[in-house]
């Protein structure tokens, strides 16, 4: 069965700090991994996908990720963080066996402080 | 390219009451994915469509949730009667590349659902 655990309701960081959002999974073989941002009022919006190939994946608004096989690990990070990257962020999963259901953490509500 | 469009985008209804949401997706995305997001909870897949043919149901409560998409087009999530645990955000999803796991979801805005 899949999983994903998202170990912390909340992030707090300061404006131009570096932020990590936590994400660990459990899957039958090989992941495809995804992180996506919702913000209030809008649907999710897609940021990166590890499907395979190099660990560090690079998205958009200057999100990056680090996939880690060993501790199950699927890390979302940025350098400097902005006010408007305030948004409530998912973790989700997906095996490579052919299951189709994309399976969802529960979220991060990430803010920024200025 | 237009994104996926969803109506209505707020609802409150009466527990024992009907409602319908509707959802287009992106022009030539052929699989359809509706999702449930309860308050402080991820999204949860009802209901996942390949063309015009269920795929995933499995989690679809099937005694009063109810789905279609005709034509392979748009798509129509029905609730009778609601309950007041269906309170939540309704989300519909496309995505282009068929059964491949590795494609991308784009959601629409949802449907907030409030059953009183």
């Known amino acids: 069965a899949q999983s994903v655990a998202q170990p912390e309701d909340q992030v707090n960081v300061a404006e131009g700090n570096p932020l990590t959002v936590k994400c660990t999974y459990s899957v039958s073989g090989n992941p495809y991994l995804f992180w996506y941002v919702q913000y209030p009022n809008r649907g999710l919006q897609f940021l990166l996908k590890?499907?395979?190939?190099?660990?560090l994946v690079k998205g958009s608004y200057g999100f990056e990720a680090e996939f880690n096989k060993s501790q199950t690990s699927f890390h979302l990070k940025k350098p400097s963080a902005l006010v408007s990257d305030s948004a409530l962020y998912f973790c989700a999963v997906r095996d490579q066996t052919g299951a189709n259901n994309l399976f969802f953490g529960t979220g991060t509500r990430l803010t920024v402080i200025p | 390219e237009a994104g996926v469009a969803q109506s209505p985008r707020y609802k409150i209804i009466e527990k024992r009451q009907s409602v319908a949401f509707w959802c287009n997706p992106i022009?030539?995305?052929?699989?359809l994915y509706w999702y449930q997001q309860i308050l402080g909870q991820g999204p949860k897949l009802l209901i996942q469509?390949?063309?015009?043919?269920?795929?995933?149901d499995s989690q679809l409560p099937k005694d009063r949730f109810s789905a279609e998409r005709l034509k392979g087009v748009d798509s129509t999530l029905k609730i009778q009667p609601a309950k007041l645990e269906d309170s939540a955000v309704y989300l519909c999803?496309?995505?282009?590349?068929?059964?491949?796991?590795?494609?991308?979801?784009?959601f629409g805005a949802g449907s907030r659902l409030t059953v009183l």
């Open positions: 469509f390949q063309n015009n043919g269920v795929v995933d």
């Open positions: 022009s030539g995305h052929a699989t």
């Open positions: 999803a496309s995505s282009s590349r068929g059964r491949t796991g590795a494609n991308v979801l784009t």
């Open positions: 590890y499907i395979t190939g190099d660990n």
